[in-house]
């Protein structure tokens, strides 16, 4: 049973240190995070640890040549299990679909607009767009929706934090970029977005606009200090979302989207998988009255289901053959021995 705001407050926390990557757009959602534990516990000590992940280090090749989306949360989690942080706040799209053993993810806050944007000082839409415009994105995802919809776009790969895609685009080496319209938004960018993408045409990555907390899961009084900060509606559609990749083994090398919204007490989930080349996609999608994680999870299995019957299976063996041929082939390569760690 939760814990009443008398007996939180109570209970105070004295001091509590976030974990957090150093780009603007991480600080900036770590601060929010902080703001909102000081408006709940004013009297709380609430410092932020920046830190520089692995993620952030590799900016020459795709998340999904390297490692995917735990190269973000590594050194965050190291942090806590070694007693230096509390609580790590992240961009809930890049958190891996399973966390590791001992941590667990404890509030998600109210969501931002979960759409992809086009930023671009050239051109107004992707329909605009002449052949061969070079179009830039870090994401598998965006790139299979782009491909199969404006097939005689050039897509290329697009990597840094946002200030540093912004000035990509800016020195002209792309004729715009795809980002998620949440960040731009948060950092007060919103004047540089030209259309935002609809779900029809590019369909969210799980999570996308969401912030979550994760915590030790042995901290069960850390979890009642932060559980005012949780948007019930938001964390049940963001977790039936996270439930249709988890259930397809969803990664940085799988292009998958799930978007969840309400309608009244129901929710309606949409979801797809396709090939990069945007050669093949199936798409699902489910309405169902939910009003407990359990049924936004069992939501989200019915739609990854579904996505199974259409022959996403197929799909997905593709794509873990071609990433085993590239493992293969990189350990067959120089012959000079693995790189260090």
């Not at 996403?312 to 260090?340: F, R, T, Y």
Request: aromatic share 4%; glycine share 10%; net charge neutral.
């Amino acid at each position: 049973m939760q814990a009443s705001a008398s007996s939180i407050q109570r209970n105070a926390p004295q001091k509590l240190v976030i974990a957090s990557r150093e780009s603007r757009l991480a600080l900036w959602q770590a601060e929010y995070v902080r703001a909102a534990l000081q408006q709940y516990y004013p009297a709380c000590d609430v410092s932020i640890l920046g830190m520089t992940t692995r993620g952030d280090q590799i900016l020459d090749r795709t998340l999904s040549k390297v490692g995917g989306k735990g190269l973000f949360v590594k050194e965050l989690e190291i942090a806590m299990a070694e007693g230096r942080a509390d609580l790590a706040v992240h961009s809930l799209k890049d958190v891996p679909m399973e966390l590791p053993e001992g941590f667990a993810l404890t509030a998600v806050m109210t969501r931002e607009d979960p759409r992809d944007a086009l930023v671009s000082s050239q051109f107004a839409s992707l329909d605009d767009m002449p052949p061969g415009t070079v179009v830039g994105t870090s994401s598998l995802r965006r790139e299979a929706a782009i491909r199969n919809r404006y097939p005689h776009l050039v897509i290329k790969p697009l990597r840094g934090n946002l200030d540093t895609r912004l000035g990509k685009l800016d020195r002209g080496d792309y004729g715009a970029i795809i980002l998620a319209a949440a960040g731009l938004k948060r950092l007060g960018l919103g004047d540089r977005i030209r259309a935002l993408i609809g779900p029809e045409a590019s369909l969210p990555a799980a999570g996308q606009g969401a912030l979550g907390i994760e915590i030790r899961a042995d901290r069960p009084e850390l979890a009642e200090w932060l559980a005012p900060l949780n948007d019930a509606p938001t964390a049940m559609a963001v977790l039936a979302e996270r439930a249709v990749s988890r259930r397809l083994g969803g990664s940085c090398q799988v292009p998958l989207g799930a978007h969840a919204r309400w309608h009244g007490a129901d929710l309606q989930l949409d979801a797809f998988v396709a090939m990069p080349d945007g050669s093949r996609n199936v798409r699902a999608h489910a309405m169902a009255r939910v009003t407990s994680v359990a049924q936004a999870e069992q939501l989200g299995s019915a739609v990854a289901g579904d996505l199974l019957g259409q022959g996403a299976g197929d799909i997905l063996a593709v794509l873990e053959s071609a990433d085993k041929g590239l493992a293969d082939k990189a350990g067959h390569g120089s012959g000079s021995g693995p790189a260090p760690a």
